[in-house]
């Protein structure tokens, strides 16, 4: 990062400065402070912004991103891709401006538009192109992140329909440490940890049973969760016969022990939530064979 | 491991396993170990195994901790299998299906979840096996759809270019067995 292109962006900005300034300031902190042209290059454009009370805007990152597909969609990319809203959330951070989900016939993704991105606001059922949005994890589940780099634009493109699931049949690979018996907080739902509520403390657990397995159907790994419900059907027992077993037993992991020898090394059909994401609830799970 | 590295399982023949050609090691992000890739004559790249397969014989061949030693074949050939102490469960139940096939004389239809292991011996021969790390019983429907799914996945590695003719004149005949 040479002094012109600290001069440049500075100029940019309106900020006016001394071509000998900068080439002193910076060769100081290369040759005294040991940084690397980079850092020291970033340090002077944050001095001399706060000096003059703005935010640096750079260019060069309006590039336009590449076509994809929902499914083969990686992390840090930045991609252009026609879809349908099919559902908008609450906003529960306050630099959000909307949230919800998109999709199209192979799938549907979260998507985020950011506060400072000059988009228009979307409505659930138009189909829009979503111009340079970059694919994120935000609180490990895969997002279109829409900020000031990118554009929406109302697009011509048809999606017909939007699939709520799909089904897989995979391998299980195993079922995970959290699968099985849980209590739960009455307030608000979440899995008690060494009986205590993160947000309710010390609370009266309320038992529950889960199924949380991995599937592997040779193509992808799928982190599939079954509700109570599913998991009663699928284990035969209801959660009162199962916390008889762990009372009987003293042995909480005995549910998820069942569950292994139940599922564990077999394939399984699962219907599943059509979404890009960390995990995926399930709506039917069938075995295959073993009657 | 991490439960984050949940690489997808290949889907091999036994004859593949057994002709291993390159093994590398592959860092695993987030994690200091790297994973052993192998590859075989078909070009693919495995760290993970998943086979249905039938469970000829079991032996534990361990002193002071168990090992059991095991042999397992598929419609293209056999292979060793082995679990030991760092095995606990895939060795618990290898226990029990030595007891199983002792009393009926039969094989017994297993799922295997492992990885692929070389050893070369003294005269250059690289034999492989798998270290088993969980083994359960099934029956033929999960085998039939296991090898639905070996059959799909050797079709589009014989697609691949740069398989030399012999392979894939060979692997050609591997297919017709399954």
């Given amino acids: 990062m040479s002094a012109e ?74 991609v252009k891709v026609d879809l349908k809203v099919t559902k908008l959330f609450e906003a529960e951070h306050p630099k959000i401006v909307q949230k919800g989900v998109a999709g199209d016939e192979s799938g549907s ?11 228009p606001v979307v409505e659930e059922g138009n189909v829009y192109s979503f111009n340079n949005v970059v694919v994120n994890k935000y609180q490990n589940n895969p997002q279109l992140s829409v900020n000031k780099n990118s554009a929406i634009t109302a697009s011509d493109a048809i999606i017909e ?38 947000d309710h403390g010390k609370v009266e657990g309320v038992n ?4 949380m397995m991995v599937i592997d159907d040779g193509k992808k790994t799928y982190n599939i969760n079954c509700n109570r419900k599913l998991t009663e059907e699928l284990m035969k027992i209801t959660v009162d016969e199962a916390t008889e077993i762990v009372r009987d037993t003293l042995d909480a992991g005995s549910i998820r022990d069942m569950q292994v020898a139940l599922l564990e090394g077999r394939y399984v059909t699962a ?17 295959l064979g073993m009657e | 491991m991490s439960e984050e590295y949940n690489p997808v399982a290949a889907r ?79 060795a618990a139940n290898l226990a029990h299906f030595e007891e199983k096939i002792a009393s009926t004389g039969m094989p017994v239809m297993v799922s295997i979840m492992g990885k692929l292991s070389t050893f070369t011996t003294d005269d250059g021969k690289t034999l492989t096996s ?39 004149e060979k692997y050609e005949k591997v297919m017709a067995k399954l």
């Avoid at chain 1, 993704?109 to 988009?119: D, H, K, L, P, S």
């Avoid at chain 2, 798998?130 to 090898?147: G, P, T």
């Fill in chain 1, 5 to 78: 292109y600290v001069i440049g962006i500075l100029e940019k900005n309106g900020i006016a400065v001394e071509q000998s300034e900068v080439e002193e300031k910076l060769s100081l902190m290369v040759e005294q402070f040991k940084l690397d042209e980079k850092t020291a290059g970033n340090t002077l454009l944050n001095q001399y912004a706060k000096a003059a009370g703005k935010t640096l805007v750079f260019e060069g990152s309006k590039v336009e991103g590449t076509v994809a597909e929902i499914d083969e969609l990686k992390d840090g990319t930045w």
């Fill in chain 1, 109 to 119: 993704i979260v998507f985020t538009i950011w506060e400072g991105a000059e988009v």
């Fill in chain 1, 161 to 198: 329909t939007v699939p709520d699931t799909k089904v897989i049949t995979g391998f299980v690979t195993s079922i995970m440490r959290n699968s099985g018996f849980i209590m739960r907080c009455p307030e608000c739902n979440k899995p008690l940890k060494k009986g205590a509520c993160t």
């Fill in chain 1, 208 to 211: 529950d049973i889960r199924l």
């Fill in chain 1, 271 to 287: 219907e599943v939530m059509d979404m890009q994401s960390r995990y995926l609830n399930a709506c039917e799970v069938t075995p």
């Fill in chain 2, 12 to 90: 091999l023949t036994v004859e593949e396993m057994k002709n291993i050609i390159d093994e590398e090691i592959v860092p695993i992000k987030g994690l200091d170990n790297g994973a052993k890739m192998f590859t075989t004559e078909t070009l693919a790249k495995v760290n993970r195994v998943i086979t249905v397969a039938a469970l000829l014989s079991v032996e534990d061949k361990g002193e002071s901790t168990p090992f059991f030693v095991a042999k397992l074949a598929d419609p293209t050939g056999s292979i060793q299998i082995n679990a030991g102490q760092y095995q606990p469960e895939a």
């Fill in chain 2, 130 to 168: 798998i270290r088993a790390d969980k083994v359960h019983e099934v029956d033929s429907v999960n085998q039939n759809h296991f090898l639905g799914e070996v059959k799909e996945h050797l079709a589009k590695r014989l697609q691949n270019p740069e398989l030399s003719a012999d392979v894939a």
